[in-house]
C-alpha cells in the first residue's frame, strides 16, 4: 500500500544521512520526535518508556535507511517501524496500567474544579476503552488519531490493505462508542 510519496526535501534529508551528514538526522529527529512519543504512549500506555521506544524506532530507522523506500513519505515509514518497536515491547512487558491516565488538556482558559473533573474522568474512560480494544484495532485508531495519518497512511504504516484498516477503524470506533457510551452521564459503569 502507497501513500503520498516521500517529498523531495525527505529524500535529501535521506541522502544526507546515509552520506554521514549527522545535522541531516538530527533534523529527522527534530521532526518526528514528537509525534512518535505520542503515538508510542498511545499504543503502549507506557508514559515511562516513551522514550525508550521512540529512541529504539529511530536507531531502527538509522540502521535501516538505506532500504528506506521513497514511494512513502518518511513520517509513514518512521511511524510503521515505531508500532513494530512498541509491539516488540508489548510482547516484553505488561502495558502499565496508568499510562494512559492522563491525556494534555487543550484550551484556552482553565476550567473550573468541577469541568476539570469532569474531563479527567472522560479522558480516564476513553482510555481505559481504548486499552480493552484488541490491537489491531488500537494500532489503526492511535495511527489515525493520534499519529495524524490517513487511512491509506495508516494502511501503508501497517501494511494492510486499505479495506481492512477501514474495517477496523469503523469497528474499533464503534467499540469504542459502546465502550464509552455507558460510563457518561447517567449511565452506570
Known sequence: MQDAGAT???RELVRRVLAGDREAFRLVVLRHQARLAELVFRQTGDRAGTDDMVQETFLRAYRALDRFDPRFRLSTWLARIA???AR????RAKVREDGLQRVAARGAGAPSPLEAAARSEAHDQVAQALRDLPEPQREVVVLATYGGLTQREVAAA???PLGTVKTRHRTALLRLRELVAPLGPGGAP
Open 158 to 160: 501497517l501494511d494492510l
Open 88 to 91: 516488540d515491547q508489548g510482547r
Open 8 to 10: 523531495g526535501e525527505e
Open 83 to 85: 508500532v513494530n518497536v
